[in-house]
């Protein structure tokens, strides 16, 4: 485990890996699998069997907090993210074929909450300014977080070879985000509707302009309540935040059969992992149909 931990410090380094990725997994291994290794007495890779795993997932739920509590489903599920991941890197390092990955926990949490189309396209209806309304459309139709969106500069926008992209500066790293339908649209805004003499180059301001001081980007705070507001002023009938539109992105894009791996890209995840998580909720229907999707599209090339 040390040699794992030790090879993510050397991506980090590197670039390749964030530090809190590393932290996430540092804590289950050193804090928690090691010590379980330690007191049953397992010293070797080669030890880690089905039986061995079992037992840890049962000592987990059992008392698997320091308080000697019950450790919630979820909590159980990443410690043990993090020791499949050390295992697998341990395999495949190490050419250790016996080496298998614990099963995770059935998680018995309520579905994911997702916004349908026709509630976004309310919402963007009951905003009056533009700002609003393309804050709404880029949260919609793009997936990013709310901080990457008020860190978007005017100079952003970019146009390829007929392609139209956003530059969003992710949690990591730099990526460009297609959005054909909104270019036009964002160039519009910042042409006549964004005020113009000001300091800042973000790409959304504030409204109000304090006594003596220019306009100040918009802050994610003031994101949240503008989603908030507009929630209610749409009457969706449930609390409606910004990350609630990154779930309804993902969902949507999944539905209409884009992969794991290409859709990591575009809402900025290192990995399919949290991909995994939001597909979780979709149904045996809409898997089905995302592979009728992809079959049919094959047969046309």
């Not at 700002?131 to 008020?150: N, S």
């Amino acid at each position: 485990m040390a040699l794992f931990l030790e090879a993510k410090e050397a991506q980090v380094r590197r670039g390749d890996l964030s530090r809190k990725t590393v932290r996430e997994y540092r804590y289950p291994l050193e804090q928690v699998f090691l010590p379980y290794c330690h007191r049953v007495g397992i010293g070797e890779l080669s030890q880690l069997d089905r039986q061995a795993l079992d037992r840890f997932t049962d000592q987990l739920l059992t008392d698997g907090a320091k308080s000697g509590k019950p450790l919630s489903r979820p909590t159980i599920n990443s410690y043990l993210r993090s020791v499949n991941v050390a295992l697998n890197w341990a395999r495949s390092e190490h050419q250790m074929d016996g080496l298998r990955p614990t099963k995770l926990l059935r998680d018995d949490r309520p579905l994911l909450d997702t916004l349908s189309r026709e509630e976004i396209q309310r919402i963007e209806n009951a905003a009056e300014l533009e700002r609003d309304k393309l804050i709404v459309r880029l949260l919609a139709d793009t997936g990013i977080r709310v901080g990457e969106l008020v860190a978007l500069r005017v100079s952003d926008l970019e146009e390829q070879s007929e392609h139209q992209y956003l530059k969003v500066r992710g949690k990591t790293l730099e990526r460009k985000v297609p959005i054909p339908h909104l270019y036009r649209r964002l160039r519009r805004y910042i042409q006549e509707t964004r005020p113009k003499r000001v300091a800042t180059d973000r790409m959304f301001l504030t409204r109000r302009r304090r006594p003596g001081s220019d306009l100040a980007p918009l802050t994610e705070s003031g994101v949240q309540q503008i989603i908030r507001e507009l929630g209610e002023a749409a009457e969706v009938g449930r609390r409606v935040h910004p990350h609630l539109f990154r779930h309804s992105f993902i969902t949507w894009q999944l539905r209409r059969g884009t992969t794991p791996m290409i859709l990591k890209g575009m809402v900025g995840h290192k990995t399919i992992t949290m991909i995994d998580k939001v597909y979780s909720h979709l149904s045996p229907t809409d898997a089905y149909d995302a592979m009728v999707k992809s079959l049919a599209a094959e047969e046309q090339n």
